[in-house]
């Protein structure tokens, strides 16, 4: 069983940069990838980054070049960088963990029933 909480989320200017945090309790090394997922008011919730078991990753398109996904197994936690941030990218960012094999890194931005562990979520506001 694997436990995410996330945390770094906050309120910031366009332009500035946040960093998110995802703790897993429990051995990541089981989940095939993990991902960054977030959802704004109104919509529905989409992949932002994701990376898999060997350090491949995979980003949305309006993150590429912006948003920087990391993990550090040794510490069980998930990272997401964010850097010149867009009023866009305001919504609740989750982590996930998917233990399910998928074909090609970018099926593992799907946020579909294969990810069996998700985080409560971090807001991240980004103010124009």
């Known amino acids: 069983q694997v436990q995410l909480v996330e945390s770094g989320g906050g309120s910031v200017q366009a332009g500035g940069s946040l960093r998110l945090s995802c703790a897993a309790s429990?051995?990541?090394?089981?989940?095939?990838?993990m991902g960054w997922f977030r959802q704004a008011p109104g919509r529905q919730r989409e992949g932002v980054a994701t990376?898999?078991?060997?350090?491949?990753?995979a980003y949305e398109d309006s993150v590429k070049g912006r948003f920087t996904i990391s993990k550090d197994n040794a510490k069980n936690t998930l990272y997401l960088q964010m850097n010149s941030l867009k009023p866009e990218d305001t919504a609740i960012y989750y982590c996930?963990?998917?233990?399910?094999?998928?074909?090609?890194?970018?099926?593992?931005?799907?946020?579909?029933?294969?990810?069996?562990?998700w985080g409560q979520g971090t807001q991240v506001t980004v103010s124009s």
């Open positions: 996930a963990a998917r233990q399910s094999e998928a074909s090609w890194i970018r099926i593992c931005l799907i946020p579909n029933r294969e990810y069996n562990h």
């Open positions: 429990g051995y990541m090394y089981n989940s095939y990838c």
């Open positions: 990376i898999d078991t060997t350090g491949n990753t």
